[in-house]
């Protein structure tokens, strides 16, 4: 360990432990990033992870929370220290009479429900997969595939974060109300999710029925909303509780998965066929048949016909399958191999538009039948793409309740407070679009720098916005394919930019919430910089999805300290703000990347890794290498918060009633 860092350690309580090592690699499920943290910490407490807290504020680092790395992105990377939970997992209290639960942020979903199952109780909705922690989840705006139900955080009645001062802090609707829409969807930016506390309701099974369906048919029966109060509703997604598609392009239909609680028992102990099984020849199979795409594209289009026939046991004149499955494990499916994610929301109406002209380019139709200004010529796509729904209208508001001392989170209903950074529609029910490519045998599909220009340019004409949790290039296509060194650089005003647009006064509020609880930015790290905290020069941002070249330019310079609605948001690094330094291609796929922490800091203070990384591998146009004029060479034994007299420590102080 760092003579420094073990300087600091010992002057604190030494029954607390610190348990940190070194040399641990860290990569997202995808293995589409890699990075080496200097330090990989696992605590088992609230205390220890309050003297993470102390330690990297002490030691000017950057503290980056990694779950179960299924983010694609490089949200989680770090040179810095990287903090998993995993150890900080328990349920703290149920009570099954009101499915009220509190928990630490560390325990993963499919724990969650199998503890709950034993009280009788289960969560009331999940998204595909279940493998993220309670606190992950809830950060990047995870949702199911229901009209009935919203995202995963509106069963979440309050949280407990950890601040960059050491303030161990509670939020709900009535308590920190603004902290509370902002950690909803944190993006791991204010601080350390602690503790959760969430409403559970009595555990059901879900009767299911997945049939294959003509194109056609979906769109004519895709009406968002009953058309009526009758209970035989028989629109595409409103037929059932729960109702998912996957839409195959080159078959032209869609596999149509729809389930309903049920009081039947489970017909099988295992998922409905949601794919190939998992390692089985099946499995096996389709990914060399992917991998061999690559060469011969054109096999793309017969490879997703024997998908729907062979693997998923559908034909155009089969039976429907049907089957009774417990809703923990009912309504996932399985994610196969490693891949690239690109997910969008755009108003649920907009989607037989959406799909209309997708599948025209795909079947590289003229430029007259879908209006997408990217040539598809040549250009074979993966399959199925991912299609659901999500309402968070359902009485849910934008404006924080007065805080009221005679409420109480543990007896509210569920919550209907709206996260700043909520990315579904506000309005009315929200239609989700995944843009799934394999990456088999951990080889980038060769469709994907076109595929996903000519999908976002879609996306954003129809007004809808990205996953926080996804691969989305609209703004540095050459991010992860990194042909073009100068790219990140220039497309960061871009991004934030175009995010400014899309959330306007939620973001600057999210904004001034994050500076408030953390002015240094001890939770900052390059992809925070990228989307959130940059700006370009003011303009009419509603223009940015009329031209593709507009899209991808490389011209957007931004405007240091640029005024919005009273909050300057400045270009600059914050003090313990990490930024990126170099990036290198991995032999086994992906990226490896490098950064360094932009406070004064001593020379030792960068890890030794990052410093070579920074002498053998080129800049990424970002900020160059380790600028020596830069790093200050301390003198001084004493510990940062000694010399600076607790400076780091004089974030807002939030009532903690």
């Given amino acids: 360990m760092d003579p420094i860092i073990q300087r600091e350690v010992d002057k604190l309580d030494p029954a607390i432990p610190f348990r940190a090592k070194s040399g641990h690699h860290h990569h997202t499920w995808a293995r589409t990033f890699h990075s080496h943290p200097e330090l990989y910490i696992r605590p088992q407490s609230t205390a220890e992870i309050q003297k993470i807290v102390t330690l990297a504020r002490r030691c000017r680092r950057r503290v980056t929370l990694v779950g179960?790395?299924?983010?694609?992105?490089?949200?989680?990377?770090?040179?810095?220290?990287?903090?998993?939970?995993?150890?900080?997992?328990?349920?703290?209290?149920?009570?099954?009479?009101?499915?009220?639960?509190?928990?630490q942020a560390g325990i993963r979903l499919h724990d969650l429900n199998k503890q709950l199952e034993s009280h009788g109780l289960t969560m009331p909705n999940l998204g595909s997969i279940d493998e993220q922690a309670i606190a992950g989840a809830i950060s990047t705006g995870t949702h199911g595939s229901s009209l009935r139900h919203g995202l995963l955080s509106e069963s979440v009645l309050a949280l407990r974060l950890m601040l960059a001062n050491g303030r161990s802090v509670a939020c709900s609707a009535s308590q920190n109300p603004d902290l509370f829409r902002a950690a909803l969807v944190s993006l791991g930016a204010l601080g350390i999710i602690t503790d959760v506390t969430f409403r559970a309701v009595p555990t059901f099974n879900i009767h299911w029925t997945q049939s294959l369906r003509p194109f056609s048919e979906i769109l004519s029966t895709w009406s968002p909303l009953p058309s009526s109060s009758s209970d035989d509703d028989t629109s595409l997604w409103t037929q059932a509780e729960f109702v998912r598609v996957w839409w195959l392009p080159y078959t032209r239909a869609g596999i149509v998965w729809t389930?309903?609680?049920?009081?039947?028992?489970?017909?099988?102990?295992?998922?409905?066929?949601?794919?190939?099984?998992?390692?089985?020849?099946?499995?096996?199979?389709y990914q060399?048949?992917?991998?061999?795409?690559?060469?011969?594209?054109?096999?793309?289009?017969?490879?997703?016909?024997?998908?729907?026939?062979?693997?998923?046991?559908?034909?155009?004149?089969?039976?429907?399958?049907?089957?009774v499955s417990p809703s923990r494990t009912g309504l996932l499916m399985d994610c196969l191999y490693s891949q690239f994610v690109n997910e969008w929301s755009l108003p649920l109406d907009k989607?037989?538009?959406?799909?209309?002209?997708?599948?025209?380019?795909?079947?590289?139709?003229?430029?007259?039948?879908?209006?997408?200004?990217?040539?598809?010529?040549?250009i074979w796509v993966h399959a199925p793409m991912e299609v659901r729904v999500s309402n968070t209208s359902r009485g849910s508001t934008s404006s924080s309740p007065p805080s009221s001392s005679s409420s109480s989170t543990a007896t509210s209903t569920t919550n209907t407070i709206r996260p700043f950074l909520d990315n579904s529609v506000r309005d009315g029910p929200t239609l989700f679009l995944n843009a799934t490519l394999y990456r088999p045998y951990g080889q980038d599909p060769p469709c994907r720098v076109a595929y996903y220009k000519a999908f976002e340019f879609l996306m954003l004409s129809l007004g809808g916005k990205p996953h926080w949790a996804k691969n989305f290039d609209l703004m540095e296509p050459n991010v992860d394919s990194y042909t073009d060194s100068d790219s990140e650089k220039n497309q960061q005003p871009r991004a934030s930019s175009t995010f400014s647009h899309m959330y306007n006064d939620e973001l600057i509020k999210w904004?001034?919430?994050?500076?408030?609880?953390?002015?240094?930015?001890?939770?900052?790290?390059?992809?925070?910089r990228r989307y959130l905290l940059n700006d370009a020069p003011?303009?009419?941002?509603?223009?940015?999805?009329?031209?593709?070249?507009?899209?991808?330019?490389?011209?957007?310079?931004h405007v240091d300290g640029d005024d919005k609605g009273g909050l300057r948001v400045s270009s600059h690094p914050l003090p313990l703000e990490e930024r990126r330094i170099a990036r290198a291609a991995v032999r086994e796929g992906g990226w490896e990347v490098y950064g360094i922490v932009n406070a004064e800091l001593t020379h030792s203070a960068i890890p030794p890794a990052t410093r070579d990384a920074a002498a053998g591998i080129s800049g990424d146009g970002g900020g160059g290498g380790v600028e020596e004029s830069r790093v200050r060479r301390e003198g001084s034994q004493e510990s940062f918060d000694v010399v600076y007299e607790g400076e780091a420590a004089a974030s807002i102080v939030l009532h903690d009633d």
């Fill in 68 to 103: 179960c790395g299924h983010s694609p992105s490089d949200i989680t990377c770090t040179s810095s220290w990287l903090v998993n939970l995993d150890d900080y997992s328990s349920l703290i209290s149920v009570h099954k009479g009101t499915g009220v639960v509190v928990m």
């Fill in 511 to 528: 904004r001034a919430i994050r500076n408030d609880v953390d002015p240094e930015g001890m939770f900052i790290g390059p992809w925070h």
């Fill in 351 to 378: 989607g037989p538009e959406a799909l209309t002209r997708l599948s025209a380019w795909i079947h590289h139709e003229p430029f007259a039948a879908h209006g997408i200004p990217v040539d598809s010529t040549g």
């Fill in 259 to 285: 389930a309903d609680k049920t009081d039947a028992a489970p017909t099988s102990p295992v998922p409905p066929p949601d794919g190939p099984p998992k390692r089985t020849i099946g499995y096996h199979a």
């Fill in 288 to 323: 060399a048949a992917l991998y061999l795409a690559h060469y011969i594209p054109r096999l793309l289009p017969l490879i997703e016909r024997l998908v729907a026939t062979v693997q998923y046991g559908l034909s155009d004149h089969s039976r429907p399958s049907t089957g």
């Fill in 538 to 557: 003011s303009s009419d941002d509603a223009s940015t999805a009329q031209n593709v070249n507009d899209t991808y330019a490389d011209d957007a310079d």
